[in-house]
């Protein structure tokens, strides 16, 4: 008895998913994905935008899953207003089309990246691994497109705020990387530093400029026109 007391007090918090789909039967799928993973666990689905706040306010999922189109509320505002409350879920994008604007749309939002929904069952539950962890899980070349078809030219040339002043030379070579895609092992090779170092860098810089991620870090990169051209 004491044995199994310790084993389960002691056992790693498993990761508590929720989905939010208009279609029943991708749910049931997922639903069943999910609960096949020991270190995950199903909290509650949802069939529009709507019904998904409330399942967030009573489930308090780490991860969800989120559709882009669906009735009542879209993913879009749903992410928006998730993100808007303080709730420490962090979204993953479900999207049918690869360079999805409504995708771009929900990383504006406050979305932690996206998967498309025909993504090998393997991918899916590391993306939700991985966002959970504090990382992205699209790829590079994915984000730079995304952005580019949904940028508003007009506005991407704002103000830049006064706190980029405040980055060292050495931060803004990091944050250049960083805005054009680069993983923190690609930004270590580059500049032949660890990739610890490259992460200390990166924290520093999301705090100095207030950024919640490296999504809105690539965000804010081009909404302000600093993305330097690759070499």
Same mark, same amino acid.
């Given at each position: 008895m004491t044995t199994e007391q310790t084993t389960s007090s002691t056992a790693p918090a498993r990761i508590r998913v929720a989905l939010v789909d208009d279609q029943a039967l991708f749910r049931t799928g997922i639903r069943m994905l999910i609960g096949s993973q020991p270190d995950l666990q199903f909290v509650g689905e949802a069939g529009d935008g709507a019904e998904g706040l409330e399942?967030?306010?009573?489930?308090?999922?780490?991860?969800?899953?989120?559709?882009?189109?669906?009735?009542v509320m879209d993913g879009i505002s749903a992410t928006a207003e998730i993100v808007a409350s303080g709730a420490a879920a962090k979204v993953l994008v479900l999207t049918t089309f690869d360079f999805d604007e409504a995708a771009a749309k929900a990383i504006r939002a406050g979305a932690s990246g996206f998967v498309l929904k025909d993504a090998d069952p393997e991918f899916l539950l590391a993306a939700i691994r991985?966002?959970?962890?504090?990382? #992205? $899980?699209? %790829? +590079?070349? *994915?984000?730079?497109?995304?952005?580019? @078809?949904?940028?508003?030219?007009?506005?991407? /040339?704002? #103000? $830049?705020? %006064? +706190?980029? *002043?405040?980055?060292?030379?050495?931060? @803004?070579?990091?944050?250049?990387?960083?805005? /054009?895609?680069?993983?923190? %092992?690609?930004?270590a090779a580059h500049e032949y530093v660890s990739e610890a170092t490259v992460k200390t860098h990166i924290s520093r810089v999301l705090t100095k400029l207030e950024l919640r991620d490296r999504v809105r870090l690539v965000v804010f990169a081009h909404e302000h026109g600093l993305v330097a051209k690759g070499d």
């Open positions: 399942l967030v306010r009573r489930g308090r999922p780490d991860v969800v899953l989120m559709d882009v189109r669906m009735p991985t966002v959970h962890a504090g990382t #992205t $899980v699209f %790829a +590079a070349s *994915a984000t730079r497109e995304l952005l580019r @078809r949904y940028e508003d030219p007009a506005e991407q /040339r704002s #103000t $830049v705020p %006064a +706190a980029f *002043a405040d980055l060292t030379p050495r931060e @803004r070579e990091i944050f250049d990387l960083a805005a /054009r895609g680069l993983s923190n %092992a690609e930004i």
